[in-house]
């Protein structure tokens, strides 16, 4: 019965975002692409590893969390308005427009490295149904993830990639609604059989912050609002924005509440797909369900932030490192990633790389308000307060097992 309600909601949902009026309105449009991006790998993640770490005290530590993306995410608003229209009128050689500049080759960076985070976890819940030497997996999961990213360069290299773009936006809808399904199946877990195990204990001390300073990736994607300018008003971005951070914030939360009957079971889960266990635990073919949703999701975001990458490297570069080899250096530096990190490893390093970008956008912040007169001295204050804690994330954010 699970099983079934589960997938029920899912295509219910699945078809309200894809047919209905309300999914073709701009606020929508405008509002699911900083969603999807937010609420993609790391509803996959955090719930396990939460568990793990905090104990019962998950909720907590996700909210603290979510917390620290909305003040970035304040941030970024403001740079909608003041920043953009500062750079609209700037010179080339405005000292505000090369710290500009400077933050497109962070986010840059920032997305060569999320690529490798995304086919990372791609493989991770790809092979953990599989009977395999654990000895093999690492190197069995690395060589997938560079045979896809090969697979993407070339595609890239062809003019097709574009194309696998927009197939996988297509996969947005299908995301959500999933999403919807397994909290819906959870719920019922929780309401037929009720807490048939101890909560494990709270876990909560300095020792804690830097790991969960470690998992920012796993809430990071509104920034995304920040660069749809060419589609959308500056005031429907800002809103949009706010609300996609608004929705995310109560699906992870309620998907953290709803966790609690199985925060034992899932605090004692190994690697970074441990979310399957538990589905499986539930109803043995809920671990396709989530499987599903976990391939289409990292790879769609994958290509979305390859894409993304190489876009901003020829931007970054004044078109002097063509679109085609800028792609290729990312995803050289993706395999490399890859490769040298493990799971948990390339989770922290994608979270340093955005903590970076976002404390770039804190620079920006308070430059232009500073010159302009933008905002109030408090907003100056706040622009300072959140970018020494994303440079904090910056240099002490440690991976969840290390």
């Known amino acids: 019965m699970i099983v079934a309600v589960a997938l029920g909601v899912a295509l219910i949902v699945t078809l309200a975002l894809t047919v209905s009026p309300f999914a073709r309105s701009d606020g929508w449009r405008a509002t699911v692409t900083p969603l999807a991006s937010i609420i993609g790998s790391g509803f996959l993640i955090c719930g396990p590893l ?150 494990p204990p709270a876990r909560i001390s300095w020792a804690s912050i830097p790991m969960l300073l470690g998992l920012i990736i796993t809430v990071q994607g509104f920034e995304t609002s920040r660069y749809l300018g060419h589609d959308y008003a500056a005031a429907l971005r800002i809103r949009t924005m706010r609300h996609a951070q608004w929705i995310a914030s109560v699906i992870y939360l309620a998907f953290i509440t709803l966790l609690t009957p199985f925060l034992a079971r899932a605090a004692a889960t190994e690697g970074v797909a441990g979310i399957l266990d538990i589905m499986e635990f539930i109803a043995p073919a809920l671990g396709i369900f989530v499987l599903a949703g976990a391939v289409s999701s990292q790879l769609s975001a994958a290509v979305a932030d390859s894409i993304g990458s190489g876009g901003l490297v020829n931007e970054v570069s004044r078109r002097k490192i063509s679109v085609p080899l800028a792609f290729t250096l990312a995803g050289a530096l993706a395999v490399l990633v890859v490769w040298l990190t493990d799971p948990f490893q390339v989770v922290a390093l994608s979270s340093r790389a955005f903590a970076l970008f976002y404390a770039m956008q804190c620079v920006l912040a308070l430059l232009v308000s500073a010159r302009s007169k933008a905002g109030s001295m408090l907003h100056r204050i706040g622009f300072v ?8 994330a910056v240099f002490v954010g440690a991976p969840a097992e290390g």
């Open 50 to 199: 939460l568990a793990r770490e905090f104990g019962s005290a998950a909720i907590l530590a996700m909210g603290l969390l979510l917390a620290i993306a909305y003040a970035a995410g304040w941030v970024i608003r403001f740079n909608i308005v003041h920043v953009e229209n500062h750079l609209a009128e700037a010179r080339f050689n405005d000292p505000i427009a090369w710290v500009a500049r400077l933050t497109q080759a962070v986010l840059a960076l920032a997305y060569a490295v999320s690529v490798a985070y995304y086919l990372k976890l791609l493989a991770e819940f790809t092979l953990k149904p599989v009977a395999i030497d654990l000895a093999w997996q690492p190197v069995a999961a690395n060589s997938i993830v560079t045979v896809i990213i090969v697979l993407m360069t070339l595609l890239a290299l062809g003019g097709s990639l574009r194309k696998v773009e927009h197939l996988a936006h297509g996969t947005v809808s299908i995301k959500i609604g999933i999403i919807a399904g397994m909290l819906v199946a959870l719920g019922i877990a929780w309401a037929r059989g009720g807490m048939t195990e101890p909560l």
């Open 385 to 392: 307060a959140v970018g020494i804690l994303c440079l904090v």
